[in-house]
């Protein structure tokens, strides 16, 4: 039967915020205090990380606190480091370690070891860094040996906040300034957090430049909402049947906040309350309601602004009326899963009509769906849009894993049964 959803939630911590916080408050002097760090298991995987090059991280439940090592304190590894499914751990840490006096290694789960990793071995080559795929496949094991690294001006040909974050993060062991400038602006969070450490770091247009030679200074940081995982609620709610529901304490920073504008231009109700500032980042409380959706046209450089949106966004467009055209999204081949070829399989499994593209997908709505059994390919975005999928089902999805979701929302189910009415 279709479900109603109604009520009033909040969802765990920003994922990027949580893992940027953790790296440079381990590098940074004196203490960083966290609040609301996201506890899903790629976060986990950092802390994890980070205590493993000999920083001190306390952890009482509600705060944690990173006695940082300063730029130039961490220690050798007794072992690999292993970043579990995390390619935000894999890529913003090898920066540091570029600029370390040791020689690390690293690598993590299955998928991992099959993420392109060739989009940070030639930056940091070109800096001069020694690092090199183990197995020569342009993915992890990484081996990373001591090297004195160079600035450099590079020209990203991907649009990427990980990428972007490892660069900048070996900046700061470099012997001159360092700029990157991506085709289109990814989420910023890096910069905005190392300008609040004390880096010298200056922002302009698509382009990012840091000048090495401050040391950075532990912070107090309150961690707002993950739009990525509103997300799900925020589509629960607009294909949900006579639901309300109301997201308290959302990033809504404009390089994470694509999915906003395509459910506006979806025709979906949705409205802000109690807009302000939390260490640097714009923050407000949603409300959504059930909404007649129309389709649209997602591309260009929104792409990097809902990237990992994309699966729930493609659940929207299968129960609107009309066509929905997702293009220059090919960075979506290399995300967890295949997602092109993951979401078209699934929603195709649901009766939907779905052309996958190259960078993209063709969806027309209106066809009349109905439940299946999902393969996730252990991708938990994948396992969360498709269990929302399920909304207006008189059956739902059912996920060949429902685990994968602990990933970035350990919490997932339990929220969403809280709404169901």
Same mark, same amino acid.
Not at 231 to 248: C, E, P, Q
């Given at each position: ?5 109604k009520?009033?939630?909040t &969802?765990?911590g920003?994922?990027? $915020?949580s ?8 590098i940074s002097e ?10 899903g !298991? ?6 994890s ?9 306390d952890?009482?439940g509600? *705060?944690? &606190? &990173?006695?940082?090592?300063g ?5 050798a590894p007794?072992?690999?480091?292993y ?8 890529? /913003?840490l090898s920066?540091?370690l !570029?600029g370390?006096p040791?020689?690390?290694t690293?690598?993590?789960?299955s998928?991992?070891e099959? #993420?392109?990793?060739?989009?940070i071995?030639?930056?940091?080559t070109?800096m001069?860094?020694?690092?090199s ?6 993915c +992890? %094991?990484?081996?990373?040996?001591p090297?004195?690294?160079h ?5 990203s040909?991907v +649009?990427? @906040? ?8 070996a900046?700061l062991y =470099?012997?001159? %300034?360092?700029?990157i400038t991506? %085709?289109a602006?990814?989420r910023?969070?890096t910069e905005?957090?190392?300008?609040a450490?004390?880096a010298? /770091?200056e922002?302009g247009?698509?382009?990012a430049?840091?000048?090495p030679?401050?040391?950075l200074?532990?912070?107090? &940081? ?7 995982s @509103?997300a799900?609620?925020?589509? !629960?709610?607009? /294909? ?9 304490n959302?990033?809504i920073n404009?390089?994470r906040a694509g999915?906003?504008k395509a459910?506006?231009?979806m025709?979906?109700?949705i *409205? ?11 923050v ?12 649209t046209e ?6 990097p602004?809902?990237?990992d949106? /994309?699966?729930?966004? +493609? ?6 009326d009309?066509?929905?055209?997702i ?8 995300k967890?899963?295949?997602?092109i070829?993951? $979401?078209s *399989?699934?929603?195709?499994k649901?009766?939907?009509d ?5 960078d ?5 709505g209106g066809a ?7 393969n996730?390919?252990?991708?938990h #975005?994948?396992?969360? +849009?498709?269990?929302? =999928?399920?909304i %207006?089902?008189?059956?739902d999805?059912?996920l060949?894993?429902?685990?994968c979701?602990k990933?970035?929302?350990?919490d997932?189910f339990e929220t969403?049964?809280s709404l169901i009415?």
């Amino acid at each position: 039967m279709a479900k109603s959803l109604k009520g009033d939630i909040t &969802v765990p911590g920003d994922k990027s $915020i949580s893992h940027r916080s953790l790296m440079l408050g381990s590098i940074s002097e004196g203490r960083t205090r966290i609040k609301g760090l996201l506890r899903g !298991a790629d976060c986990l995987s950092t802390m994890s990380c980070m205590r493993d090059l000999g920083v001190s991280i306390d952890d009482d439940g509600d *705060e944690i &606190v &990173v006695h940082g090592n300063g730029l130039h304190g961490l220690k050798a590894p007794s072992k690999m480091l292993y970043t579990g499914n995390s390619g935000t751990t894999t890529r /913003i840490l090898s920066g540091i370690l !570029a600029g370390q006096p040791f020689e690390t290694t690293l690598t993590g789960d299955s998928s991992i070891e099959k #993420r392109p990793m060739k989009r940070i071995i030639d930056p940091l080559t070109l800096m001069n860094a020694e690092i090199s795929s183990v197995k020569g496949n342009d993915c +992890a %094991p990484l081996s990373i040996k001591p090297s004195n690294l160079h600035g450099i001006n590079y020209d990203s040909p991907v +649009a990427s @906040a990980q990428v972007k974050s490892c660069i900048l993060l070996a900046g700061l062991y =470099a012997d001159s %300034p360092t700029t990157i400038t991506e %085709p289109a602006l990814s989420r910023n969070h890096t910069e905005l957090m190392l300008k609040a450490f004390g880096a010298d /770091i200056e922002t302009g247009g698509f382009s990012a430049t840091l000048t090495p030679g401050n040391e950075l200074h532990g912070q107090d &940081v309150t961690i707002p909402g993950d739009i990525s995982s @509103a997300a799900y609620f925020l589509a !629960a709610g607009l /294909i949900g049947k006579d639901s309300d529901v109301f997201i308290r304490n959302v990033n809504i920073n404009p390089t994470r906040a694509g999915i906003i504008k395509a459910i506006k231009s979806m025709g979906g109700f949705i *409205e802000f309350y109690n807009e302000r500032t939390i260490s640097g980042e714009p923050v407000t409380d949603i409300y959504v309601k059930s909404s007649h959706l129309h389709g649209t046209e997602i591309g260009g450089e929104d792409i990097p602004t809902l990237i990992d949106e /994309i699966p729930i966004i +493609a659940v929207l467009a299968a129960n609107a009326d009309g066509q929905t055209i997702i293009k220059d999204a090919a960075e979506l081949k290399v995300k967890e899963s295949d997602r092109i070829k993951s $979401i078209s *399989e699934n929603l195709t499994k649901m009766g939907s009509d779905v052309m996958p593209t190259s960078d993209g997908m063709i969806i027309y709505g209106g066809a009349k769906l109905h439940s299946a059994k999902i393969n996730t390919e252990k991708d938990h #975005r994948i396992a969360m +849009a498709f269990t929302i =999928a399920s909304i %207006p089902l008189d059956e739902d999805n059912v996920l060949d894993d429902r685990d994968c979701v602990k990933i970035s929302y350990p919490d997932f189910f339990e929220t969403l049964d809280s709404l169901i009415q």
